[in-house]
């Protein structure tokens, strides 16, 4: 069986980070985590991909043991956690995202050019580029009359959700700076009734969107998605450009599932 270990963590409770397994798609599993009785939402830091997660998760308990506070949860940074999980999952990860801070920041600082008006990317760690990006778009909402109500992040982390008007879905807006996409999607958390229902109307729904490359990811016992990409180079290209791609498109996405 395939799943996700994940590291999240909550402004509640700083110096803290939980590393847990699901089958369900960690960001839903954060959002499950977030009652009326914590003040602040959870953060997934890093989630990776694997084969036999309750095994990789129980390895890299094990490992941080000399950290454990309280069952699931642990005081240690983030870069120590992922290296237990990486360790137990005997370097076997599938897929991972949201790498930690020094790890981004390596990889970026390889790059040397900067654009104008904007900080270089290389000199910044992805939660500082994170908060930024998403404080900057809001402003740029702001300013151009985009009617889509968000509400700015207050914490670094690589989405911005958008209601609609359903409580079966929602629109949220992403980055990814190491992979230089952004992508806008329909977050169908657990009516795989209404994807099948969007799906069968798949071609009318892409026309209306005016998106011939639509991702319908449907997985199996986890959150349903419909998804739109965009290459962005983070570190090259003006921000207003990315900031305007990912408006229009939830803009449309807001206009045509809403319904």
Known sequence: MKGWVYIITNKSMPSLLKVGFSTKDPALRARELYTTGVPHPYVVEY????????NVEQKAHFLLKA?????????????????AIKQAADNSVISESNKD???????????????KNT?????????????EFWKQLCEFAK??????GLRC????????????????????MAISVRENKISCELYISESKLLF?????????LENALG???????????????????HDFDFENQEREEAFTWLLQTANKFKNVFSK
């Open 47 to 54: 989630d990776a991909l694997v084969n036999n997660p309750r």
């Open 67 to 83: 950290y454990q506070e309280n069952k699931e949860w642990f005081r240690c940074d983030i870069s120590t956690a992922i290296f």
């Open 101 to 115: 801070d020094l790890i981004i920041s390596e990889i970026l600082n390889e790059v040397h050019h900067t654009k």
């Open 119 to 131: 900080p270089s990317c290389a000199h910044m760690s992805i939660g500082s580029l994170q908060l």
């Open 143 to 148: 300013s151009n009359n985009y009617p889509l």
């Open 153 to 172: 992040p207050s914490r670094a982390q690589k989405y911005c959700d958008i209601r609609i008007g359903r409580s079966d879905c929602h629109v949220s």
């Open 196 to 204: 099948n229902t969007f799906s069968s109307n798949k071609k009318s």
């Open 211 to 229: 998106i011939r490359e639509l991702l319908w990811d449907d997985r199996p016992n986890n959150a349903c998605r419909i998804m739109a990409f």
